[in-house]
């Protein structure tokens, strides 16, 4: 045989043995601890390829080899079978929201499980350079997590901007996107972390699929509506991002008839609020209008619609007959199963949502999307971070190197 034979014979072996790996170490992932027996059902590869394959795996770090199974009171009689687990202490990922006033920065396992978080207000118009101010709060987080930077195998960070494939933003918006994400995605990965940048309302869906009220739909969208409105589509399973990564950017609403702008519901229930106060038409016994005016928001209306104030009502309906416009608009273009609303706000929508939906069902053909308040509250843009980021981690896995196990590295997961 030729030397040229053997050498694409050698790189095919090599290349179905990497193959192989991967579906080993994807099962690993989708399963706690498991025997060969389980692997060799699961991915039909031969005994002694799965077997040679676990040892690789722990030799390389990514499996633990635990008690065998009699020992774990799981077999009784015959040779007792060898039991294997995914190190979720292998490595470790970020979820960044680098959002417009706060960093948020949070650590987890390989398993998903959230280790720490931390936190930075940050002035938008400021000088301060933002870049700066998120690695010190992931450096803070790491911290706490008590996880070195070494150990960080992905990182995915949330902006309020679209992203084209690279994690770059376009000018724009009077260079409120570019600012919003100053390089990122070079940024990261000069630290020598995967890194994917990401519009933070793509970044909500993909959390409320997971885990929040998207879960059980194929094709939902997550409204991001605090200060701004921006959307995460889902359609069919998929998560629709165009063409330069825009998809969710909502500045068609400008052209809507009855919304006209893409404020979001804090920004405009607190905008109309104050304007309702200054007109004197307000009763002096409600909250709109005892509260200190720094914290006249969103959630000062919201309660005292709920306690069934008139005036805070009347803005409650204002804004559902906005929120049924914007809803027919989005729901109709692309004929989804929910509309999530998500971010902090969410939690405050009881009363809102409910009388949204009833405008909605007269603005649209039957059947409407149902609309519901997102379980995740304003963390979710970094909950969806942390799942992208594993997901990348799974993706390259086979090419990754596990970090230390606990007893050579003492991190606390």
């Given at each position: 045989?030729?030397?040229?034979?053997?050498?694409?014979?050698?790189?095919?072996?090599?290349?179905?043995?990497?193959?192989?790996?991967?579906?080993?170490?994807?099962?690993?992932?989708?399963?706690?601890?498991?025997?060969?027996?389980?692997?060799?059902?699961?991915?039909?590869l031969?005994?002694?390829t799965?077997?040679?394959?676990?040892?690789?795996?722990?030799?390389?770090?990514?499996?633990?080899?635990?008690?065998?199974?009699?020992?774990?009171?799981?077999?009784?009689?015959?040779?007792?079978?060898?039991?294997?687990e995914?190190?979720?202490?292998?490595?470790?990922?970020?979820?960044?929201?680098?959002?417009?006033?706060c960093?948020?920065a949070?650590?987890?396992?390989?398993?998903?499980?959230?280790?720490a978080?931390?936190?930075?207000e940050?002035d938008?118009?400021g000088?301060?350079?933002?870049a700066?101010?998120?690695?010190a709060?992931?450096?803070?987080?790491?911290?706490s997590?008590?996880?070195?930077?070494?150990?960080?195998?992905?990182?995915?960070?949330?902006?309020?901007?679209?992203?084209?494939?690279?994690?770059?933003?376009?000018?724009?918006?009077?260079?409120?996107?570019?600012?919003?994400?100053?390089?990122?995605?070079?940024?990261?990965?000069?630290?020598?972390?995967?890194?994917?940048?990401?519009?933070?309302?793509?970044?909500?869906?993909?959390?409320?699929?997971?885990?929040?009220?998207?879960?059980?739909?194929?094709?939902?969208i997550?409204?991001?509506?605090?200060?701004?409105?921006?959307?995460?589509?889902?359609?069919?399973?998929?998560?629709?991002?165009?063409r330069?990564?825009?998809?969710?950017?909502?500045?068609?609403?400008?052209l809507?008839?009855?919304?006209?702008?893409?404020?979001?519901?804090?920004?405009?229930?607190?905008?109309?609020?104050?304007?309702?106060?200054?007109?004197?038409?307000?009763?002096?016994?409600?909250?709109?209008?005892?509260?200190?005016?720094?914290?006249?928001?969103?959630?000062?209306?919201?309660?005292?619609?709920?306690?069934?104030?008139?005036?805070?009502?009347?803005?409650?309906?204002?804004?559902?007959?906005?929120?049924?416009?914007?809803?027919?608009?989005?729901?109709?273009?692309?004929?989804?199963?929910?509309?999530?609303?998500?971010?902090?706000?969410?939690?405050?929508?009881?009363?809102l949502?409910p009388?949204?939906?009833a405008?909605?069902?007269?603005?649209?053909?039957?059947?409407a999307?149902?609309?519901?308040?997102?379980?995740?509250?304003?963390?979710?843009?970094?909950?969806?971070?942390?799942?992208?980021?594993?997901e990348?981690v799974?993706?390259?896995?086979?090419?990754?190197?596990?970090?230390?196990?606990?007893?050579?590295?003492?991190?606390?997961?």
């Open positions: 045989m030729s030397r040229g034979v053997t050498e694409s014979a050698d790189r095919a072996a090599f290349s179905l043995k990497r193959v192989n790996a991967a579906a080993l170490l994807d099962f690993a992932w989708r399963t706690e601890a498991y025997t060969a027996s389980d692997a060799i059902a699961a991915t039909r031969a005994r002694s799965v077997i040679t394959l676990c040892d690789e795996l722990v030799e390389r770090g990514w499996l633990a080899e635990l008690p065998n199974a009699r020992a774990a009171g799981e077999y009784r009689k015959g040779r007792p079978a060898r039991r294997y995914l190190r979720a202490d292998a490595g470790a990922v970020l979820g960044v929201d680098a959002g417009q006033h960093v948020t949070a650590v987890a396992d390989l398993r998903g499980r959230e280790l978080r931390a936190a930075t940050i938008p118009d000088a301060v350079r933002r700066a101010v998120t690695d709060t992931i450096d803070r987080a790491l911290a997590a008590g996880v070195p930077p070494s150990a960080v195998m992905s990182i995915a960070v949330g902006v309020p901007a679209p992203t084209d494939a690279d994690g770059g933003s376009p000018d724009g918006e009077h260079e409120f996107w570019s600012r919003m994400n100053p390089g990122f995605a070079a940024h990261f990965r000069e630290r020598g972390w995967l890194t994917e940048v990401e519009n933070d309302a793509n970044l909500a869906a993909i959390a409320e699929g997971a885990l929040g009220a998207g879960v059980g739909a194929s094709s939902y997550a409204l991001m509506s605090g200060e701004r409105f921006g959307a995460g589509y889902v359609v069919d399973g998929h998560l629709v991002r165009g330069r990564g825009g998809a969710g950017e909502l500045r068609a609403l400008a809507v008839e009855g919304v006209g702008s893409t404020e979001g519901i804090g920004a405009l229930l607190r905008e109309w609020a104050v304007d309702l106060r200054r007109s004197g038409a307000v009763d002096e016994s409600s909250p709109l209008a005892t509260t200190p005016r720094a914290r006249l928001g969103a959630e000062v209306v919201l309660r005292a619609a709920e306690s069934g104030d008139p005036d805070a009502l009347r803005l409650v309906d204002r804004m559902a007959e906005r929120l049924a416009r914007i809803c027919a608009v989005l729901g109709g273009l692309l004929d989804v199963e929910r509309i999530v609303f998500s971010g902090a706000v969410a939690e405050s929508l009881g009363l949502l009388r949204t939906a405008r909605l069902d007269e603005l649209t053909h039957p059947p999307p149902r609309l519901v308040a997102s379980p995740l509250g304003g963390g979710v843009v970094s909950l969806g971070a942390l799942a992208r980021a594993l990348i799974r993706a390259h896995a086979i090419g990754l190197e596990p970090a230390a196990p606990i007893r050579e590295q003492t991190i606390p997961f």
